[in-house]
Every structure is written in structure tokens, then in C-alpha cells.
């Protein structure tokens, strides 16, 4: 038996062959460690990973309560919760994010380079400020559909349209100043289709939402009724010639509304009909009286008195017409 080599031993040399055509090249794989400390952190994701993050997932990764991203396109910050639902906006090189850790923490991310960003790809890390300069209100709607929701604090306004189980307004101060603090109130304003505002509510804030850098408010259709019936002021008041009667019922009534001259003459009835409990403020909603009487007369200037009448309830303010 002749002893034949490896290199002379065809065989060999086409397993070989075989072997290495199955080699496929891994691309190079970096790892980048930031460090989170605890509150408010302004970082970007510094590599580009194998499967694209969501803000969902960006939460998860980096344990925050909250991320925040600021849309050039509508010019507004867009927040993102752990109470959210869904996986929320995309995660993307080269662009700042917001999160917030409730603990000290050092977060490991792997991929490859970014091939369309600047090559400093990790934002520089912010010093930690007991300052909440970043803050974000999810509000959560059960049983309500066709409203706005628009959001006030002493630092900042903000108008969303609600979606359709969720909604949240954001706020950001890049100059690291408070835009909420502990005891805050915000006031929300629930306004219907055509812009007419149906409540005004007030939300406090919390430690524990200064903590996590998001609250959240709970609203049902129940809060969009009214706890007792009332006869709001007129607008405008004084009048010429038209004006807006609101009020609001806390249950579903006949309603009729009486005006009334300063000598106690009824001048004018307005049959408003059934009407569901509810608020009616708004332009749209509100009993509207053009300043005549019931024979389609305008009436003088002067003193002149509208009651809203009920099966339960009635109530009676005062209104002048000034020409």
C-alpha cells in the first residue's frame, strides 16, 4: 500500500473544497455600552441591530418608563409609556432619544456600524438633574370616541387628536428646565367634533409620576356627565342682538328654556326638547337665542332673566341687551 498525502489525495481535497464553499462571512459585529443614570437621559442608538427596534422594545432593552422622541415633521415630541399600548414609534439611527430609568444602569447594545449616520453615534450622555425637564400624560378612553383632548401645564400647550384607545401628550425642555413638578395640575379640555368644549378637568401630579416621567388619566364616558344640573352663564353678555345659553344636566331631561323681561313678561320660549345628561357649553351644543321675541320681534335693551327648566331642576340667571 502506497501512503498518499493530503494534498496528493483528490478525495480530500474535494471535501475540502465542499466545506468551504459553505463558509458564509459574518458581518462584524461591534458591541457600545451607555450608561443611564437614574431620571431623565438624552441617548441614541449607538449601532445598528439585527432586528430594528420599536419604542416598545427600546423600553424594554433600556428598562425605562418612558421614551420621547421629537417629530421634525409636526415639530412636536411624541411620548411613548410602559403603560402604552402597542410597540410605539420606531427606533432609528442617528437620532435622539429620551428615556427615563428609575435606577442607575449600564445598557449593552451589539450590531454593526451605521452606514447613513455621523460617526459619533451615541449621544453624549446628559448629567442627572433632579429637574423633570421631559414628561409625558397618557390618557386612556373607555367608551368615548369623536373628542380632542387638549393638554395644559404652567410651561407648556399641547393639542392631539385622540386615537382610538390611547392618547399621549409630551413634553421636553432641551434647556433641561422644569416642565412639571410635583403638585402640578394639569388642566385637560374635552372638546367635541366641530371644537366645542364639552369638560374641563384637572389632574394632579404626583412623587410617583415625577419618578416615572408620565402620568396617566383615566377617562370614561361616565366623567363626561355631569354630577348636578346648572344653568351656566350667557355669552356674550351683555348681547346684541344674539347670545349662547350653556348648561348642563346631569340626567336625561325634557328641556326647555324661558326668557323673561324685568317686569316678569315671558318674551320668549325655547323648546329645546329631550336631551341626554351631558355638558352644553360649546357653540353647537348650547341653547342659541337671537334676541327676539316670540314674534320674531328684537327687544329693546335692558335688563332680561333665562331659566332653564327641567322635570327635576330649574334655575334662573340674569342677562342684558345692550344696543
Same mark, same amino acid.
Given at each position: 500500500?502506497?501512503?498518499?498525502?493530503?494534498?496528493?489525495?483528490?478525495?480530500?481535497?474535494?471535501? %475540502?473544497?465542499?466545506?468551504?464553499?459553505l463558509?458564509?462571512?459574518?458581518?462584524?459585529?461591534?458591541?457600545?455600552d451607555?450608561?443611564?443614570?437614574?431620571? @431623565?437621559?438624552?441617548?441614541?442608538?449607538? @449601532?445598528?441591530?439585527?432586528?430594528?427596534y420599536?419604542?416598545?422594545?427600546?423600553?424594554?432593552?433600556?428598562?425605562?418608563?418612558?421614551?420621547?422622541?421629537?417629530?421634525?415633521?409636526?415639530?412636536?415630541?411624541?411620548?411613548?409609556?410602559?403603560?402604552?399600548?402597542?410597540?410605539?414609534?420606531?427606533?432609528?439611527?442617528?437620532?435622539?432619544?429620551?428615556?427615563?430609568?428609575?435606577?442607575?444602569?449600564?445598557?449593552?447594545?451589539?450590531?454593526?456600524?451605521?452606514?447613513?449616520?455621523?460617526?459619533?453615534?451615541a449621544?453624549? $450622555?446628559?448629567?442627572?438633574?433632579?429637574?423633570?425637564?421631559?414628561?409625558?400624560?397618557?390618557?386612556?378612553?373607555?367608551?368615548?370616541?369623536?373628542?380632542?383632548?387638549?393638554?395644559?401645564?404652567?410651561?407648556?400647550?399641547?393639542?392631539?387628536?385622540?386615537?382610538?384607545?390611547?392618547?399621549?401628550?409630551?413634553?421636553?425642555?432641551?434647556?433641561?428646565?422644569?416642565?412639571?413638578?410635583?403638585?402640578?395640575? $394639569?388642566?385637560?379640555?374635552?372638546?367635541?367634533?366641530?371644537?366645542?368644549?364639552?369638560?374641563?378637568?384637572?389632574?394632579?401630579?404626583?412623587? %410617583?409620576?415625577?419618578?416615572?416621567?408620565?402620568t396617566? @388619566?383615566?377617562?370614561?364616558?361616565?366623567?363626561?356627565?355631569?354630577?348636578?344640573?346648572?344653568?351656566? %352663564?350667557?355669552?356674550?353678555?351683555?348681547?346684541?342682538?344674539?347670545?349662547?345659553?350653556?348648561?348642563?344636566?346631569?340626567?336625561d331631561?325634557?328641556?326647555?328654556i324661558?326668557?323673561?323681561?324685568?317686569?316678569?313678561? $315671558?318674551?320668549?320660549? $325655547?323648546?329645546l326638547?329631550?336631551?341626554?345628561?351631558?355638558?352644553?357649553?360649546?357653540?353647537?351644543?348650547?341653547?342659541?337665542?337671537?334676541?327676539?321675541?316670540?314674534?320674531?320681534?328684537?327687544? %329693546?335693551?335692558?335688563?332680561?332673566?333665562?331659566?332653564?327648566?327641567?322635570?327635576?331642576?330649574?334655575?334662573?340667571?340674569?342677562?342684558?341687551?345692550?344696543?
Open positions: 500500500m502506497v501512503d498518499v498525502g493530503p494534498e496528493n489525495d483528490e478525495r480530500i481535497q474535494n471535501l %475540502a473544497f465542499r466545506a468551504d464553499s463558509v458564509v462571512p459574518v458581518a462584524d459585529e461591534n458591541a457600545f451607555i450608561a443611564l443614570s437614574t431620571g @431623565l437621559n438624552m441617548i441614541s442608538l449607538p @449601532l445598528m441591530p439585527n432586528e430594528p420599536t419604542a416598545r422594545s427600546f423600553m424594554e432593552k433600556t428598562g425605562a418608563t418612558t421614551v420621547i422622541e421629537f417629530d421634525a415633521a409636526t415639530q412636536r415630541f411624541i411620548g411613548f409609556t410602559a403603560n402604552s399600548t402597542g410597540n410605539g414609534f420606531p427606533i432609528a439611527g442617528g437620532i435622539g432619544y429620551i428615556v427615563n430609568v428609575s435606577t442607575p444602569k449600564t445598557v449593552s447594545f451589539s450590531g454593526s456600524a451605521w452606514q447613513n449616520t455621523p460617526p459619533t453615534a449621544a453624549p $450622555l446628559q448629567p442627572s438633574t433632579p429637574k423633570t425637564w421631559a414628561f409625558v400624560l397618557r390618557a386612556q378612553l373607555e367608551g368615548i370616541s369623536g373628542v380632542t383632548l387638549t393638554v395644559y401645564n404652567r410651561h407648556a400647550r399641547v393639542a392631539e387628536a385622540v386615537a382610538a384607545n390611547g392618547f399621549h401628550a409630551a413634553w421636553a425642555d432641551m434647556n433641561r428646565q422644569a416642565v412639571v413638578s410635583v403638585g402640578d395640575t $394639569l388642566t385637560i379640555e374635552v372638546r367635541d367634533t366641530t371644537g366645542d368644549l364639552i369638560r374641563t378637568l384637572q389632574h394632579e401630579i404626583s412623587v %410617583a409620576d415625577v419618578h416615572r416621567a408620565f396617566e @388619566l383615566r377617562l370614561t364616558s361616565a366623567d363626561l356627565i355631569p354630577k348636578r344640573t346648572v344653568l351656566l %352663564a350667557n355669552y356674550p353678555n351683555p348681547l346684541n342682538p344674539e347670545t349662547w345659553l350653556p348648561y348642563q344636566l346631569a340626567n331631561a325634557e328641556v326647555a324661558r326668557i323673561y323681561s324685568s317686569a316678569g313678561q $315671558l318674551v320668549r320660549h $325655547l323648546d326638547g329631550f336631551q341626554q345628561a351631558g355638558y352644553y357649553i360649546g357653540k353647537s351644543r348650547a341653547a342659541y337665542w337671537d334676541g327676539r321675541n316670540d314674534l320674531g320681534e328684537r327687544l %329693546a335693551s335692558g335688563v332680561y332673566f333665562y331659566q332653564l327648566s327641567t322635570p327635576d331642576s330649574s334655575a334662573t340667571r340674569k342677562m342684558v341687551i345692550r344696543k
